[in-house]
């Protein structure tokens, strides 16, 4: 015990004497990307929809929500050096969710919370844990959820070495692919690796894919186009808090029918809106998710009398609880809400995904 | 239904064409205070210590944290405009929790999330909640945690009526009162709602009152006589994030006999320090953590052997989960943090109250 005090002592003095030394990103897998190419790397969109995808989407596909970084390391801390595209601030989420960084480190096989990068502006450095026995250790850094990183190095001791994974976790093959709205972008989350996509990322140990954007899940069939690029394990079509009545009636068949057509087999699950906890007192808006949940319904037994035996719906009745705390505004999850939604979702998933 | 449907449209229609006219929130009740010999209304601490306690301590003081308005409506919406001292930002914590509103509403017995007030600076104006159906509602207003409010006007449809509470909900006889940290004064709750004094405050029904300062739980002495001077039904000292060992065995006893004069025979729950999410890795703090928790046991059971049989002892094993995900940056809770801290309180203040 006195010789392990007397370790750990020398190890905090030769640490707190080291210097850290920075190392561009760029050289470390990308989880989260629907596609390598785009027009920098820690956006979510292919370039090729630049000047086709309505504005608002396409200035959303550029932040960063659901990309995480993996690296191996056997620093005693770990620091990050970051750039953020449009210095983004809202009054219900915190800058550390909408423009910092989120350390997990891999321990017997779970990834465990290390340590958050709280932001500073649109450039920003942090240490987001320090004072760690120098053991090689798996880390996985998420990215901003409501900005864009446009550039990112990580810190480490200048003579601690920083590498390749050494293992293939959360496993990239076959990611599961999320299409919805702000709170699947992640709002509002405390810290980027609260968002349930990211959450799942860990449970599941499978690599997730966040195409949520903000107030813009209006059923774009570009999009369609973009989830059905991927070789998913299983899709979850989470868009009903965005889009209207009319532009379901529109375009939610057709939507999953590009995704179907280069996916035969593959599960898709329709999630419902949301039971708001606001809307107990708001009979605008219970009115507006009732009419939005029959529509979804009606659509999703039309495609189910077609034939199609791989699609699910799950109930929003019970996926943020039932003491109307998990939201911020009535609206947007909290942590809470986020870990009740994930909670939901990962039997469901688990059971699917091969 | 067709007839119910058509009067809730016509009630929608009504309000939208309303005017919301605003009255001063001092005419209504306020819990949280500890005194009624404030400054202003909306702080925390006796104008007596303006010139002796410290300043940083005084300061936090007139921080709204806990602080609650009740009052009655029938209003089809409620709105707010308030004012805040500092116009205060951190990079961890939502502007909501910061200095926003936070409104529930009596149902069944029971308090119900109906809105958040999110705040656009210093000046602020939010309708909390719309739409609603006419019915008198007994509501209560939890104020902005982390800085000041200066003044309040709580708005209601113009012909609606406002007025005092009808029911005595929360509990305002023996209130409980918890002495803390930063985490006490609800860093980092996304609302102020959130705060776990505040979720006790509505599970039990009874007026709670935070004596939470950021950074400055230090056990100085003149805030055991602010305690001291309440008629509490269970005090809880929460001190130990802040309090260093030195402090501890200088004035942990001294302060706790100052509030045990005045009430010997009241609970008083001493609080280990949490085991913070980030102490997995960083071993400096993991150890810091546990020799306070050595020290604050060593007091305890000094003060059981003197015979004192009404004090008691929460291990902070189980206080925010095992699953390292309950706090923002390793430290400060979440909602996820300071729901799970509520649930281990509730029994054990329950079962102590009268």
């Known amino acids: 015990m006195r010789t392990r005090l007397f370790i750990v002592g020398l190890l905090l003095t030769m640490s707190a004497n080291s210097q850290i030394l920075y190392h561009d990103a760029s050289a470390f897998p990308l989880l989260g990307k629907a596609t390598d190419a785009t027009l920098t790397r820690y956006e979510r969109l292919p370039d090729s929809l630049e000047h086709i995808s309505r504005k608002p989407l396409w200035d959303l596909g550029r932040n960063s929500a659901g990309l995480a970084l993996r690296f191996r390391s056997n620093s005693t801390c770990i620091a990050a050096k970051w750039e953020v595209r449009n210095n983004m601030s809202m009054n219900h989420m915190t800058p550390t969710g909408i423009k910092g960084l989120d350390l997990y480190c891999l321990q017997d096989g779970k990834w ?6 709280r932001p500073q502006g649109k450039t920003n450095e942090a240490t987001m844990v320090k004072n760690m026995v120098p053991e090689e250790r798996e880390y996985l850094l998420y990215l901003s959820l409501y900005d864009g990183v446009t ?14 994974p050494a293992v293939d976790l959360p496993v990239r093959k076959k990611p599961v692919v999320f299409y919805g709205t702000s709170i699947l972008q992640g709002g509002c989350a405390s810290r980027p690796g609260m968002a349930h996509t990211n ?17 813009n899940a209006l059923l774009d069939l570009e999009i369609a186009e973009v989830l059905a690029s991927v070789d998913a394990s299983m899709f979850i079509l989470d868009f009903l808090p965005n889009a209207t009545v009319e532009q379901m009636k529109e375009r939610a068949e057709k939507f999953y029918s590009i995704v ?20 107990r007192f708001d009979k605008k808006v219970a009115q507006e998710v009732k009419h939005k949940n029959e529509t979804i319904a009606a659509i999703f037994q039309s495609l189910k ?16 609880g039932h003491d109307g705390e998990a939201t911020v ?24 995904i091969r």
């Open 112 to 117: 465990v919370f290390a340590g958050s990068g």
């Open 305 to 320: 009398k077609q034939g199609d035996k791989n699609i699910y719906f799950l109930s929003s009745k019970d996926i943020i």
């Open 151 to 164: 550039s990112l190095a990580i810190g480490v001791d200048s003579l601690s070495m920083i590498e390749q």
């Open 260 to 279: 179907r057509a280069k996916h035969p087999d593959t599960p898709i699950l329709f999630v419902e809106d949301p039971i708001f906890p606001h809307s």
């Open 329 to 352: 505004d009535g609206v947007h999850f909290t942590d809470l809400g986020f870990m009740r939604y994930a909670e939901i979702l990962y039997p469901l998933i688990k059971k699917h």
């Open 199 to 215: 959450i799942l990322e860990r449970w599941l140990n499978r690599e997730c894919i966040n195409l949520g954007f903000s107030g």
